[in-house]
């Protein structure tokens, strides 16, 4: 619990406006995406990097824990503030500070949210390509933390791939640049990407950097059913084995389609027993060309269905089918456990099979989605807590996913991150020594562990 | 000096073949392509990870230092024994071990030569784009030490883009692997990133996992020369505004130009101050359109010369323009100092007029040239040597090249990193807080301060 002159303190350097301790405020700055729940001491917004930097140096006098927060929309915990301590909460840092359309670079503060970042560029006809789910409310400085990913990480790669540069208030207090507005640059070690993924456990982010391209001038979407899971997980392989690398390549499995069209009525073929959406985008006769090829090179793969959008409308409307799946689901069992495994492309068929037999030995519904292009799937074990037992299997079962995946060389975590969640795993998936060279580092830029203690790593 | 029975100790290690005290090959490891010398105690070739983890745990005990070496190709001393210690070279750890065509991945061992992993590659219809000058000699284990670049960054990124993981034997001598297989992945920092560029401070490489792209279907070139140096300059911007990112986009101003006409005659136009060489590569259609597009875009802008290489062939004569700048420089000057400053691009013509004055100021030639698509100039500043003060108005006039470049929202190093050369300056660039957080995590990995000790930041 926070000494009430340390309170004092931190109410005089935001503002009283911007300083809560009201059980409504506490609640609200507790959760997250997860269903987990903490109560921190007090919540305070800052406006700059200046009161960031005081609140840390006053953190490190005072020895108290400081969570940074943006949007709190994480699926893994990393804003929550366990063990009580101060929430700090980045959304009134929520301009855009400039967009560069003679270097594409757009510089920005770390509360501006994904898809108003997204819409303002796209006015210029410039792009910023990452697009997690959560794009509608998360914020960029968020993004960076936890290095968001989305659909076209196939081809345009992670939030990591776009930061430039940061402003970062690292946890002693001081406040530093990282990167800057070049390509290239090699003038020290390369704390911009160490941040990128850090989870708020190494600095707090005030304002980025981020690299743009110019808008694809244009874009196909393609919606091509499978008879077999194995037939979709092949066209991944095979389509960029045949030089194309596609905008999205989605993937839903039977039971996922199964839900969608029980519910929405889609009118899927029968004999459908997965699902590839897949779009491109670039100069409109190159386009054209690649969803000609594409065709030519999946035909071969048991393809039951393959619809081409002519138009926009079409597109959304292709695109209906995978926004419907997260509402579906709840129909399978109330409660879910969304995991994000990643493996290397062309293991995406022996993961299915093995979470198929995971799936057999606990009996519990897993559905399985997501972005097959870089072998992240979407791994929803679905469960009622209310009957006993239910968690518990899904914990093991949990696990049991997690090991299929790193067995094929995958990780664990492609986008949702480690925060409190997936702390226990870790040893499954980093060696000792691996978590030592990590410790050390957090060590040394934080020697009184006052950034999101207790995160990341195991205890 | 490494006491005897330490030096016996290394030679059991690595075995009596690939251990040397003599003074030959003490020469042969204590050079590089700065015009720095300074002698090892002794030179070790290991054959893997293992034996490099042993030397580095004998390291720790006494308390020697180790200097991690390629080819020995760098600019900026990275690799050089100053003080003395062991010079660790891994050229012996040359095998590619394999190329995944599913899933656009290789991994290979550090002493593998760039080029020969290009061509091994490229067997394959895949695509490694990273293509330093040094490409024909230097190592891929030292590319990603330095984060080596080239003029297909504008498209396709630097070395670091393309590095998904890494094995590494840290200085306390520990094997760990960092990142993986997989484009997403967030479990735990990114060490894979901070090791690249960290010029063999903070690890030595033992294996590297690269991503792959598919070969680009085809290319065009384009030689295009400019009444003016604005003219060339703003070209750059406004073919990048017009939606197009060239392969490469190499600049050469008219000191260059006219170094290289006056040894070969290439016949350029008399009025031409400023030549950009411009590939595009892809679709073949869309790279016909695009060449099309690029004309109308710079024509306003002073072209007094649009030459469009028809096949192969032709590319390489326009391409001879840009290779024959290096041998023609010594007419100028017997020697030179190589900088590679960078700027936002659209600076380029302000770095160059801000370059001008500094050379009618210390009244020495300096030549520009480079990938002006990612701002990134090599800046030759000439001199002779053997005439006195010479070499000291040229250090001030590096001096004042970095600061211009630092002015406008630069870098002091795009590709050549810091090392011995650049050392001195790092001030001008990183804060000391910045600094502060590097030496920490310097200090964290490397307690002893083992390897290439002195190196990176100020001592």
């Keep these: 619990m926070l000494k009430p002159q340390v309170m004092e303190q931190l109410k005089k350097i935001v503002g009283a406006e911007n300083f809560a301790t009201g059980a409504q405020e506490l609640i609200c700055y507790g959760y997250d995406a997860t269903q987990m729940e903490f109560l921190p001491d007090c919540v305070v917004h800052p406006a700059d990097a200046n009161e960031v930097s005081q609140i840390l140096k006053l953190a490190n006098v005072e020895k108290f824990p400081v969570f940074p927060r943006g949007a709190g929309s994480g699926f893994t915990g990393g804003a929550l503030p366990k063990g009580g301590g101060v929430v700090l909460v980045t959304t009134r840092m929520n301009k855009i500070l400039r967009i560069d359309t003679d270097n594409l670079v757009a510089e ?46 196939v081809k345009y790669g992670v939030t990591k791939d776009f930061v430039m540069g940061l402003e970062v208030v690292v946890p ?25 993924g850090s989870e708020g456990t190494l600095g707090i982010i005030t304002k980025i950097i981020f690299k743009l391209l110019p808008y694809p001038a244009a874009k196909k979407t393609m919606l091509t059913v499978f008879d077999s899971i194995d037939g979709a997980a092949q066209a991944v392989s095979t389509i960029i084995k ?33 699902v590839l959406l897949i779009e491109v985008d670039g100069d409109p006769d190159l386009i054209e060309k690649q969803a000609g090829a594409i065709h030519d090179l999946i035909q071969p793969l048991g393809l039951v269905q393959f619809r081409v959008a002519k138009n926009a409308a079409e597109s959304e409307e292709l695109w209906r089918v995978r926004r419907l799946v997260s509402p579906s689901l709840r129909d399978v069992n109330p409660d879910k456990f969304n995991e994000d495994i990643v ?15 995971i799936q057999q030995r606990y009996d519990i519904p897993i559905v399985n989605f997501g972005h097959a292009g870089d072998g992240n ?4 074990i679905m469960i009622d807590k209310s009957q006993a037992g239910q968690e518990e299997k899904a914990h093991q079962a949990i696990k049991e996913v997690f090991q299929a995946a790193l067995d094929l060389g995958g990780t664990m975590s492609g986008e949702h991150g480690v925060g409190l969640a997936k702390q226990p795993y ?11 060279v990590m410790q050390g580092i957090k060590r040394a830029l934080d020697p009184n562990n006052i950034l999101n203690p207790g995160k990341m790593f195991p205890a």
Tied chains: 1, 2.
């Design 108 to 153: 920005v503060e770390p509360g501006v949210v994904t898809e108003q970042f997204q819409i303002e560029v796209e006015k210029l006809g410039l792009f910023y390509p990452p697009d997690p789910a959560s794009l509608k409310f998360s914020t960029l400085g968020g993004n960076v933390a936890e290095c968001a990913g989305g659909p076209r990480a």
């Design 172 to 196: 002693t207090g001081e406040i530093i640049r990282t990167g800057g507005e070049t390509v290239k640059g090699v003038v020290g070690y390369d704390l911009t990407k160490l941040l990128c």
């Design 242 to 274: 045949g030089k194309i690398i596609p905008t999205t390549l989605e993937f839903m499995d039977h039971a996922t389609l199964t839900c969608v069209d029980r519910r929405f009525n889609l009118g899927l073929p029968a004999e459908g027993r997965a």
């Design 343 to 357: 493996v290397p492309r062309s293991k995406v068929p022996d993961v299915i099979r093995k979470i198929e037999v």
């Design 377 to 380: 799937i979407h791994v929803n």
């Design 426 to 436: 870790i040893p499954l998936e980093l060696s000792a020594e691996q978590i030592g």
